[in-house]
């Protein structure tokens, strides 16, 4: 820690160039303790599994309606997240440094796929202006703005607009595997080529017709541009240069991320702030503690308990409540006994009482959900629908296991902290149907090393969230998840992929949602290895003076904090 | 004493190696990559074959315990492997901050386990030595994340008020924000070893009060407070050196959770986020320092007992 001498307070207090009066006051202040704090540090940042979506459900209690007022500007908004962030890189960031990478850098465009309660925002351009889809439903031609300016920055990138080039760049390091990107399995899977003709023209050429297009080069995690200077750089990891709203500051892993607001941005006037701070925080405690305290500007609680503790403590704040795009999951390797015999598969889905999981962990909210969660309101399948999918059926279940000679069964699970909540649950189903489980809780880095190489017989685990459904829907195709078969449990039917994968190219909204509806039926018939529970909502409180919180938009509502502003002095 | 010191030295060496042994291979015989929770869910095996090669996963045993030896003698103690960072940047970011709440940590320990140790002794079996019994009990016995987690929530719950969660800022920039930040953690992590320290003050003051010099010095006229002050504390104190010294270790391990919750940027939350990644460059190191720290505390606290107590030779 090095601190120059004009920095020291002792050694200014001592050489005179401090008052008596203010290091005298500087004391007492110190002493008492009690002194208010400067609002820095800290907040809310969901990260994607944290983050909501505006389901047609989304309930929300805003503040006090007034009457328009101007527009603050300035000031610092304070958003926390649990976890590292480890590193920051623009293609491959799963933790914190995923919320640092939209506000940071652009996109070509965006796309909401669960539209909120408030209205849909559709189609948002950022580095594309505007873009045609050929009649073939293949050829993209993105048409970009001349004026998005890379931001000041000390690692040597000029501060030139992005144009074409920038564009291809990025896209070719998504598409390389070596990056291991986000955004892998979509360009393998779906993209044929893509060309930067001029500075201003992108061309993105599909495979075949697929509906998710937009949504996936406008997702967080998948399409951010960068400066192809910056993407030569070995620092990519650990520090970011883009055109976005914000810049980043500084990053000290475990403590803090700083984002002050990016002068060249081409939307003048935006942000509104004059910086963003993520805080990390190891513990759940502090982080609300830092909400209660006044140090962060947003929080997720745990369940509505917690929410309508926070507000009946402060009835200013302001809370949203929304189905999460996040899953709760029992995967099944079917290349191992006894999970290879779709009576076991069967039995376990039959076993699940969804409901108490709803009242035990969702605190009597939430919803069964099959292989789409209900964030999808469209797609995913109803209530009635799932009931005759995938009914709960211990008699059934019971029977099932008894014909399959099962009467012990053995799961891994992370320890991660709510986890103990499912497995507890989950082993009681089963022994009410006759059958012992055992669960071996692991360590998480124990833990996805044998989830990723398939070495795990069974396992019991929290997933990502995905944006759209076809996404989330790639756990039942052949190569899995990732597309590479990391993951893999063995269940794959060519039918069901190309099901899949016609759902996915479908232009027609309406045929599409039939067709995803019924593929998910079709999953469900066969018994698939990867389960899913119940749909959480997503619970985030915020204090009355932020103004135009992006709530209901998953984290999709990052790239909407630029327009963040905060009604205090 | 040269040749105590050197045998001391040399035993001391031996421990270390002994754990640098057992640590480098538990992290690596026991399951789990850490290739992969730096790829995270899209790792290919490319990818994770890539990083491993980058780590020097892939290396024999000897080869990387070699190489991690070398680093941690010349201070190049690698690369984090989930965050990317310089892991000997990190430490030197980080030790002052677990340095200075162990400081604040020793002086409340000191401050309030020494005087209510000796009100507990010279007040035998009245209200104040029953006060300070039972709070040392309660020190003793209730663990420090708990008293740190109602520290930190019940003044923001009732009074809107914690300590301040951001940046950990510097004794020598921002005092007076710096002394906010590390005085509730400090003295909660300081609770047992005040408790332990007011029992010891006061068991051994209660002996050496008895002692016949003690008598002697009453006799002589002198007052209580002369007696306890000058004669008895001075020679009750020299266990307490010991345990003070043997303490600084065992706060290093005491500051992984209360540098989590309190959010300190210290080691301590370093090496608990590291360990639950499995990054083996920090935790091995990290736990090599404390091993260090603690076989060296132990050294000096010997050395030192025998200038304390001149009674004390070693042979």
Same mark, same amino acid.
């Given at each position: ?30 002493? /008492? ?23 047609? #459900? ?47 850098? +652009? ?29 073939? &439903? ?30 291809? #760049? ?21 993209? *044929? ?52 709203? =914000? ?5 000290? *892993? ?36 830092? %909400? ?36 709760? &999951? ?45 964030? =999808? ?19 059934? #279940? ?27 649950? %989950? ?138 502003? $905060?009604?205090?002095? | ?19 640098? /042994? ?28 890539? /990083? ?38 990190? %430490? ?8 200075? !709440? ?23 079996? @009245? ?9 040392? /009990? =309660? ?34 920039? *921002?005092?007076? $924000? +710096? ?45 209580? @407070? $002369?007696?306890?002050? @000058? ?5 009750? !104190? ?10 600084? &270790?065992? $706060? ?12 300190? @940027? ?18 091995? &190191? ?30």
């Amino acid at each position: 820690m090095n601190v120059s001498r004009e920095d020291n307070y002792w050694l200014r207090a001592t050489t005179g160039r401090m008052t008596r009066r203010r290091f005298v006051g500087g004391a007492i202040v110190g002493g /008492v303790g009690a002194a208010s704090l400067a609002t820095v540090g800290c907040g809310g940042g969901d990260d994607d599994s944290g983050g909501s979506t505006g389901g047609a #459900a989304a309930t929300t209690t805003p503040a006090p309606t007034t009457a328009p007022v101007t527009i603050k500007k300035g000031g610092v908004y304070n958003v926390a997240f649990t976890g590292p962030f480890a590193g920051v890189d623009p293609h491959n960031s799963v933790y914190g440094g995923s919320g640092i990478v939209p506000v940071v850098y +652009n996109y070509l465009l965006r796309r909401q796929v669960t539209p909120d309660a408030a209205g849909a925002k559709g189609i948002i351009y950022d580095v594309a202006s505007s873009h045609k889809v050929e009649a073939d &439903s293949i050829t993209y031609t993105f048409k970009l703005r001349d004026d998005v300016k890379i931001a000041p920055n000390t690692r040597g990138v000029p501060e030139r607009a992005l144009d074409a080039d920038d564009v291809k #760049a990025s896209f070719d390091r998504i598409s390389d595997p070596k990056t291991a990107a986000n955004g892998f399995a979509f360009f393998g899977r779906w993209v *044929e080529k893509y060309t930067a003709p001029d500075k201003t023209t992108f061309v993105l050429t599909l495979k075949k017709p697929y509906a998710w297009t937009e949504a996936n080069l406008g997702n967080n995690l998948i399409g951010a541009i960068v400066p192809k200077e910056w993407l030569a750089s070995a620092d990519i990891k650990k520090d970011a240069v883009g055109a976005g709203p =914000f810049m980043l500051k500084t990053l000290t *892993e475990g403590q803090l991320a700083q984002m002050d607001r990016n002068p060249n941005y081409y939307i003048k006037g935006q942000p509104y702030v004059d910086s963003k701070v993520i805080k990390a925080y190891a513990d759940q405690a502090t982080y609300r503690t830092a %909400f209660t305290s006044n140090q962060i500007d947003v929080y997720g609680p745990q369940n509505k308990d917690e929410t309508a503790e926070l507000k009946s403590a402060d009835k200013t704040i302001v809370t949203y409540s929304d189905p999460g795009v996040g899953y709760n &999951s029992f995967w099944m390797n079917t290349k191992q006994k006894p999970w290879d015999d779709p009576r076991v598969r069967r039995a376990v889905n039959l076993s699940m009482n969804r409901k108490e999981y709803i009242d035990i962990i969702g605190h009597g909210v939430g919803e069964p959900i099959g292989p789409l969660t209900y964030a =999808f309101t469209k797609e995913a399948l109803t209530a009635a629908e799932l009931a005759a999918a995938q009914p709960y059926d211990p008699t059934t #279940a019971k029977k099932l296991f008894a014909d399959a000679g099962i009467t012990e069964l053995k799961f891994t699970h992370p320890t991660s902290s709510n986890m103990i909540d499912y497995v507890n649950i %989950f082993t009681r189903h089963l022994a009410a149907v006759g059958v012992t489980a055992k669960p071996d809780p692991q360590d998480a880095g124990t833990w996805v090393a044998g989830y990723f190489t398939s070495k795990l017989a069974a396992s019991y685990s929290l997933n990502q969230a995905y944006q759209n459904p076809d996404f989330a829907l790639q756990w039942y195709h052949t190569g899995g998840i990732t597309g590479n078969n990391a993951y893999d449990n063995g269940w794959a039917y060519p039918e069901i992929d190309a099901a899949l994968d016609k759902a996915a190219g479908t232009a027609d909204e309406a045929a599409r949602v039939a067709a995803y509806k019924q593929v998910q039926k079709d999953i469900l018939a066969k018994d698939p290895a990867f389960i899913n529970v119940f749909g959480v909502r997503v619970e985030v409180v915020v204090k009355s003076y932020v103004k135009n919180y992006p709530a209901g938009l998953s984290s999709l509502g990052y790239q909407f904090e630029k327009e963040v502003w $905060l009604d205090k002095a | 004493m040269t040749q105590y010191i050197i045998r001391r030295l040399a035993l001391a060496a031996l421990i270390l190696w002994f754990i640098s /042994v057992a640590v480098f291979l538990l992290l690596r015989v026991g399951p789990g990559d850490p290739a992969l929770l730096q790829q995270g869910i899209n790792a290919t095996p490319e990818t994770v074959a890539a /990083v491993h090669k980058e780590l020097h996963l892939d290396d024999p045993y000897y080869v990387q315990y070699l190489r991690w030896m070398k680093g941690f003698v010349t201070l190049d103690l690698g690369r984090s492997v989930l965050t990317q960072t310089d892991v000997s940047g990190e %430490f030197k970011g980080r030790l002052p901050v677990t340095v200075e !709440l162990m400081m604040f940590t020793l002086f409340w320990t000191v401050i309030l386990g020494v005087p209510f140790g000796v009100v507990s002794a010279v007040t035998r079996n @009245r209200p104040p030595d029953y006060f300070v019994r039972v709070f040392a /009990v =309660f020190g003793l016995s209730v663990p420090a994340f708990w008293v740190a987690t109602l520290v930190l929530m019940i003044p923001a719950q009732q009074w809107g008020y914690a300590p301040p969660l951001n940046k950990t800022t510097s004794l020598f920039t *921002e005092p007076w $924000l +710096n002394l906010k930040q590390f005085g509730p953690p400090s003295f909660v992590l300081a609770l047992s070893s005040m408790a332990g320290i007011m029992r010891l003050v006061r068991s051994e003051l209660l002996e050496v009060l008895r002692a016949d010099y003690v008598r002697t010095a009453r006799a002589k006229g002198l007052t209580q @407070r $002369l007696v306890v002050m @000058r004669h008895a504390l001075r020679n009750s !104190l020299i266990p307490v050196v010991t345990v003070l010294g043997l303490l600084t &270790s065992g $706060l290093l391990g005491g500051s992984v959770i209360i540098e989590s919750i309190f959010n300190l @940027r210290g080691l301590g939350q370093y090496i608990f986020s590291s360990i639950l990644q499995k990054d083996y460059a920090v935790v091995q &190191s990290l736990v090599m320092f404390t091993a260090t720290v603690a076989v060296l505390m132990n050294l000096a606290v010997d050395l030192l007992y025998g200038f304390l107590d001149p009674r004390i030779r070693y042979s």
